[in-house]
Structure formats: structure tokens, C-alpha cells
């Protein structure tokens, strides 16, 4: 069930906030043993507090499910990583925690998730792995992989993600779920373990669209704590998402229909845009011509950016701490090469690297410049349209396994999702059909719908119309 | 650029990271292979164009300087892996003179 639909029952009196998370609870134990989604969970602390819920906020009496990058008080904070699985509770909540609590809802469960964030199939978790509930041979997307299978198994009503290159949208579209990336600065990231503090940004994953715009209303807004978050009014979410598209300007951007794409996702989404057509949207071809230099822009910025973030996970002041070291040098990188993965370690290598001296302008100042680039290329884009619609993935989720040992296959897959969060601007994943693609039959395809800087209300409103 | 060989062991000391064998070979390959990706990049021109640090339209904001509430010291160590006196403890860092 929904959050539109449980808020109706808990405020008609036919359910309370404590039978809902039994419900879940139930569900999984059901199904999540199989699935993987959730790292941990504490029903008894979360039914605490669902005994005095107040059921006249917006969120009142709901669980929302957490990704295990987001702090919140009391709870363990992975990140899927080794580093932080044994020896970490959170001290604080994140801001958008405090924000959803102010909202009445009760935050339950840690989902899993690539380690760090750093991934498209959540099978960089170094603690477990999470299958797609539509095919348990195949990933779930990621990295916020837990949270979109949990919502999509219906063993979480909603969660919250984090989107550094996709994270959300992806994820959201292989299991078939709503999720919303928000524009750079709409919602704080105070409490989100930092992965790419230009680009990462915290969102929601729901099973409709009103959903993502309820929890988007609770967490958006101003926060001292977050320097780069905007001190710009939000507008009420919910006002104008019946409205349609009559009369909109939608661009479907010719670089993101090239060779590559899966012929099953085409058709979807193709699909998808001409439904949109047909309510009164007007559909005409733009072109995005840095696109196909996102790729490379985006893995020298967000690891030159993670290297610096994850040299704070030295062994001192939390998590792992290699037993018996020479010296304080020897405790980092012993603590360090026990406690990361092998991609956390890759980039980490790789952002090093593109910021040592003699590197640095060729890699990393370049790319910044580039970045310039492909942030023009939506400006210029979104004098023309309202919104940008595309596919999200070239394909549907793949079989767990398929890009062992292959990183940059995997990188390239990010595509579709990684310029959004370059330009800093709103993304979101709505679901548009099913396709058959490698032996698999009937895997979830998304439509993204990509609009200008602080214009989710927008993209919700033709997200609600697809 | 043409730069894509990089001494990976070399760069993980400067990470403070401890490789074995089987990651640096492993490694290798990945990392030059990603690099040779990027080198795309050096086809366009860059020229006079403004580097883009954050996409956020948000410069030095400044707050007035006032003390807020901050974590506890036990909140804080609570999750040190080692600690005496409340404080946190680490291997000696300073040698003898």
C-alpha cells in the first residue's frame, strides 16, 4: 500500500502505526530472506515509537525505510562496508532524519546498498548480496539497490536513497518503483556519509508518485547545517501534480538514442513519451552535445572528490582499527586496506591519482571545465522545454555477476543518470512498462524525466501523467 | 594527457592504502583502462571556459559566529575503537629525540 492510502486508513481509524509495522515485519520475514534489502532493522524501538505517532502531520504514523548511508540516532551506518559494520552507531540524526520525524514519520530499517555508494548493482556491498524481486537471478540496481527491492517487495511502504550518478533513478528503474533525485541543494546532506559532496544528493523511493512528493515536501528546505543547501522557499508538491502536460514542450534528447540501448527499453519508453504526446505535450528532438563525455567527466570528479571524503575513515576516531600497528602510519593503512573493498579502493586510487601534482590540470581541472560544458548544455536545452525525457538504463537489470572484474562496462552503464547530477538538476524515475532482455521476462523499465534546476514540481506533475 | 600507465602503488601510498600483490595486479588494467576512457577528453576545447566546482549557485556563506550545541564528548566516543581518559588513544606518533 501506499502512503496516500495508509495515511486515509490510519486517519479513518482502521489501522494504527503499530499494526502497520507488524504488517511489515511480517512481509520481511516473508520474502526479505531471499531478497537481501535490509541490513537491520529494530521493529521494537520503531513500535516505541509508533505508539505515540501523531497522526495529524503529514507523514503521522509512517515507517520509511533508510539507506544505510543516513544517519540516525542510535542505529547502526554501514554503508555496506566492512569499515563501519561492527564498530558504528550513529551518534546524531541526519537532517532530513529530523525532518521526517518533524513530519510524523518513523524512520525503520538500514537498507543495503554499494559500499560507499559506489555502484550500479548494490553488489559492491561488502556485507550482503540484495536480489531484484522481479528476478532473483538479477541485481536490483544501485547503489541504493535495498531501498528500491524493499519498496518494490513491498516489504518497506518507502524509502530514502542517496543519488550521486544515478543512484536513486536507476535502482528505482530496474525494480520497477518511483525514485526522485532532487535538484543540488534542495535537501541537506548533513548526515549523509559524504561520497561526492558536489553531486550526491538524498531523495526518496516510493511506489507512486504522489508518495515521492510527500516525502520530498518533508525533507526539501533550508539547513545551517549544510552549507551548500538553498535558503529558497519550497513550493507545496502536491498542488498542481493532477494538472497533466497539456501544452508542455518535452525534449527528447537525439545522444540518448543512439546504438546501445536496449530494442525492449526503446520501445517502452518510446512508448512512454508518445502517451505523454497524446495528453497534449509537445514532443521536438533536442540535442545534449557533451553527453557522450559524461562518463569520463563524471569518474574523475566523483573520485577525486572520494578520496578526500574517505580519507576520514583513518581507524582513529570510528570504525575499523587494525589490531597491533608498528606505527600511527601503518595503523591508517592497515585499517584502511582491511576495512574498504575493492572498489572503494579503486577509487579512491583513481581520485588520488587525478589530483597529485602533475596531474591535476590534465585530469581534474579539465574535467571541471567539461563539467561547465554539459551544465550549458541543459541550460540551453531548458530555454526550449520544460522537461527532458529519456531512458534511465540502456538495459534492464543484468544477472548478479554479469561485470565481475569489469568496472569501466559497468561505469558506462551510468550514462543516462551521471549528467543530472554534473548539472546539479532534478531527475526522476517513473515506471513506463515491462520488457523481456537476456532470459528474463517482464523486468521493469523507468522513463527519466529530467527538468530544470528546482522544477520537481514539474516533474512530478508529468511524472504523475505517464 | 597520454598518461594512462600510473605506479599504483606508488598512488595508494600517497591514499594511505595497503595493497597486497593480487589487488595491484588486479588493479592495473581497471584503473588504465578507465584512464584511457577519460583521455577522450583532451579533444575538446576547453579554452577559456570556467571550471564548475559545484552546480549550486551558493558562494561563502557566511553565519555569525555564535557557539551552538555540539555533539557530547561520550557521543562522540562512543564509537572510538580505542580510547582512556576521555579522550582518544592512538600509537605513539612522536619518536624519540
Known amino acids: ?88 552507531t550513529s551518534p546524531y ?81 530496474h525494480c520497477g518503483v518511483v525514485g526522485l533525485k532532487p535538484s543540488y541543494g534542495r535537501v541537506s546532506r548533513y548526515g549523509l556519509v559524504a561520497f561526492a559532496s558536489s553531486l550526491d544528493q538524498i531523495g526518496p523511493l516510493t511506489q507512486s508518485v504522489d508518495d515521492a512528493a510527500l516525502i520530498l515536501q518533508a ?39 543512439g546504438t546501445g540501448i536496449d530494442p525492449g527499453v526503446r520501445k517502452n519508453v518510446e512508448a512512454a513519451i508518445q502517451k505523454l504526446a497524446a495528453q497534449g505535450a509537445e514532443i521536438v528532438e533536442i540535442s545534449l552535445p557533451h553527453s557522450e563525455h559524461a562518463v569520463a567527466t563524471y569518474y574523475v570528479i566523483a573520485p577525486a572528490e572520494a578520496s578526500s571524503n574517505l580519507s576520514r575513515f583513518d581507524g582513529i576516531r570510528y570504525g575499523r582499527r587494525a589490531a597491533n600497528p608498528t606505527d600511527i602510519l601503518d595503523l591508517y593503512k592497515k585499517s584502511r586496506e582491511e576495512g574498504f573493498g575493492p572498489e572503494v579502493k579503486r577509487r579512491i586510487i583513481l581520485g588520488t591519482y587525478v589530483l597529485s601534482s602533475g596531474y591535476y590540470d590534465a585530469y581534474y581541472s579539465r574535467a571541471q571545465k567539461v563539467r561547465t560544458l554539459i551544465r550549458r548544455d541543459f541550460e540551453t536545452a531548458f530555454q526550449h522545454v520544460d522537461a527532458i525525457v529519456s531512458p534511465i538504463a540502456p538495459t534492464p537489470a543484468r544477472r548478479i555477476g554479469a561485470f565481475a572484474n569489469d568496472p569501466l562496462h559497468e561505469y558506462l552503464s551510468d550514462i543516462f543518470t551521471i549528467s543530472a547530477n554534473l548539472a546539479g538538476i532534478p531527475g526522476i524515475s517513473v515506471p513506463c512498462g515491462t520488457t523481456d532482455f537476456d532470459g528474463g521476462t517482464h ?15 514539474k516533474l512530478l506533475q508529468i511524472a504523475k501523467a505517464v | 594527457m597520454s598518461h594512462s600507465h600510473i605506479d599504483v602503488r606508488y598512488v595508494a601510498n600517497l591514499a594511505r592504502l595497503e595493497l597486497s600483490d593480487e589487488e595491484v595486479a588486479l588493479f592495473q588494467p581497471q584503473l588504465e583502462a578507465i584512464l584511457q576512457h577519460v583521455e577522450a577528453l583532451t579533444q575538446l576545447n576547453i579554452d577559456g571556459i570556467e571550471p564548475t566546482a559545484h552546480a549550486s549557485p551558493v558562494f561563502d556563506r557566511m553565519r555569525a559566529d555564535i557557539p551552538h550545541e555540539s555533539l557530547p564528548p561520550a557521543a562522540v566516543l562512543q564509537n572510538a575503537p580505542d580510547q582512556a581518559q576521555g579522550q582518544i588513544r592512538v600509537p605513539k606518533v612522536v619518536t624519540d629525540a
Not at chain 1, 530499517?109 to 531484484?132: H, K, P, V, W, Y
Not at chain 1, 538553498?230 to 518535452?250: A, E, F, Q, S
Open chain 1, 1 to 88: 500500500m501506499t502512503i496516500t492510502q495508509l495515511r486515509q486508513q490510519l486517519l479513518a481509524g482502521e489501522t494504527t502505526s503499530t499494526a502497520i509495522l507488524q504488517q511489515l515485519a511480517g512481509e520481511i520475514a516473508a520474502r526479505d530472506p531471499q531478497t537481501g534489502a535490509y541490513l537491520s532493522h529494530d521493529l521494537e524501538s520503531a513500535i516505541a515509537e509508533a505508539a505515540h505517532a501523531d497522526l495529524s502531520l503529514p507523514l503521522g504514523g509512517i515507517p520509511i525505510a533508510i539507506k544505510d548511508n543516513i544517519n540516525v540516532l542510535g542505529q547502526p551506518c554501514t554503508c555496506g562496508s566492512k569499515f563501519l559494520s561492527e564498530n558504528y
Open chain 1, 93 to 173: 540524526d541526519a537532517s532530513v532524519v529530523k525532518k521526517l520525524r518533524a513530519a510524523g514519520a518513523i524512520p525503520f530499517g538500514r537498507m543495503n546498498q554499494d559500499e560507499f555508494a559506489m555502484g550500479s548493482a548494490t553488489e559492491n556491498s561488502a556485507l550482503q548480496i540484495t536480489r531484484n524481486p522481479h528476478d532473483p537471478q538479477r541485481i536490483p540496481g544501485g547503489s541504493s539497490g535495498g531501498s528500491a527491492a524493499a519498496v518494490a517487495d513491498h516489504t518497506a511502504i518507502a524509502a530514502l536513497g542517496s543519488d550521486t550518478g544515478g543512484s536513486i533513478r536507476q535502482p528505482a528503474s
Open chain 1, 219 to 257: 525533507i526539501a528546505g533550508y539547513d545551517p547545517l549544510d552549507s551548500t543547501c538553498l535558503d529558497v522557499p519550497v513550493p507545496d508538491y502536491l498542488t498542481n501534480i493532477n494538472d497533466g502536460v497539456r501544452g508542455m514542450k518535452l525534449g527528447v534528447p537525439k545522444e540518448y538514442f
Open chain 1, 443 to 457: 523486468l521493469p523499465v523507468g522513463l527519466q524525466i529530467l527538468g530544470p534546476h528546482l522544477g520537481e514540481a
